[in-house]
């Protein structure tokens, strides 16, 4: 599909080779399978929740390596979208029993999506957003297929599996991924994972629109926090030009 678009935007150089590959390998493809690995061993809500644990994660990177000033707003931010999500997960009546395996899962799904975020801030800054995700789940796939070269047995997987595995390809992987490439030329590593908290806040308020499900307190409440957490980190991110302007 690239190719037919801008067969250019597949050209990299050779020296980023190794670089796409660890991006891909060492950071994509364990993102995505601890991600479903989780949601297999607990529920969504869970599995959601603790993969947008990665805030936490590129905030402490950005202070301890980077030597970002962590501001009351950045802070606040966090914490909030922090909050907003254990909300919302909390709303959904599904913490009881949950698997040891899974929530280390989780959490280990926090750590790549953090990692694949600071790790690609050079894929976009020197190529499109496009090459970077074609890249990163190329050598993502590659290391899966070497990997697991056997793993479906022939006649196995029916049409509506083709169906299934096509919509998560697309709608919940490769699209979501590419704005999430785009959004990282612009904002830092902590903004991104910030503004992605927002999944679970939309997905709730979607649920309740267009399949009539209800909306617990906890969950409007948790939703409201997200929302405001954004809303401190797009302020915070404005501030600095702001006062520049102003001197």
């Given at each position: 599909?690239?190719?037919?678009?801008?067969?250019?935007?597949?050209?990299?150089?050779?020296?980023?080779?190794?670089?796409?590959?660890?991006?891909?390998?060492?950071?994509?493809?364990?993102?995505?399978?601890?991600?479903?690995?989780?949601?297999?061993l607990?529920?969504?809500?869970?599995?959601?929740f603790?993969?947008?644990?990665?805030?936490?994660?590129?905030?402490?990177?950005a202070?301890?390596?980077?030597?970002?000033?962590?501001?009351?707003?950045?802070?606040?931010?966090?914490l909030?979208?922090?909050?907003?999500?254990?909300?919302?997960?909390?709303?959904?009546?599904?913490?009881?029993?949950?698997?040891?395996m899974?929530?280390?899962?989780?959490?280990?799904?926090?750590?790549?999506?953090?990692?694949?975020?600071?790790?690609?801030?050079?894929?976009?800054?020197?190529?499109?957003?496009?090459?970077?995700?074609?890249?990163?789940?190329?050598?993502?796939?590659?290391?899966?297929?070497?990997?697991?070269?056997?793993?479906?047995?022939?006649?196995?997987?029916?049409?509506?599996?083709?169906?299934?595995?096509?919509?998560?390809?697309?709608?919940?992987?490769?699209?979501?991924?590419l704005?999430?490439?785009?959004?990282?030329?612009?904002?830092?590593?902590?903004?991104?994972?910030?503004?992605?908290?927002?999944?679970?806040?939309?997905?709730?308020?979607?649920?309740?629109?267009?399949l009539?499900?209800?909306?617990?307190?906890?969950?409007?409440?948790?939703?409201?926090?997200?929302?405001?957490?954004?809303l401190?980190?797009?302020?915070?991110?404005?501030?600095?030009?702001?006062?520049?302007n102003?001197?």
């Open positions: 599909g690239i190719a037919c678009y801008n067969r250019h935007l597949l050209v990299i150089s050779r020296r980023d080779i190794p670089y796409f590959a660890v991006l891909g390998m060492g950071g994509m493809a364990f993102m995505q399978f601890s991600y479903f690995f989780t949601i297999s607990t529920n969504v809500a869970t599995a959601v603790l993969q947008y644990m990665s805030p936490i994660l590129m905030a402490a990177y202070v301890l390596w980077e030597k970002e000033k962590l501001t009351l707003r950045r802070t606040g931010a966090v909030l979208a922090m909050l907003g999500g254990l909300f919302i997960l909390l709303n959904s009546g599904e913490v009881a029993g949950l698997s040891w899974g929530i280390i899962s989780g959490v280990g799904s926090a750590f790549f999506m953090a990692f694949c975020t600071i790790y690609g801030r050079r894929a976009v800054r020197n190529y499109h957003p496009l090459t970077a995700a074609a890249y990163s789940f190329g050598f993502g796939a590659l290391m899966w297929w070497i990997l697991l070269p056997g793993l479906w047995e022939p006649g196995s997987i029916t049409v509506e599996h083709w169906y299934m595995f096509w919509y998560v390809a697309v709608f919940s992987t490769v699209l979501p991924f704005l999430y490439f785009t959004g990282m030329r612009f904002l830092s590593p902590t903004s991104v994972g910030i503004i992605a908290c927002l999944e679970p806040a939309i997905a709730a308020a979607v649920a309740y629109a267009a009539g499900e209800n909306m617990g307190l906890l969950q409007i409440v948790g939703g409201s926090f997200v929302l405001a957490a954004v401190l980190i797009q302020t915070e991110s404005k501030e600095p030009e702001e006062n520049k102003a001197a």
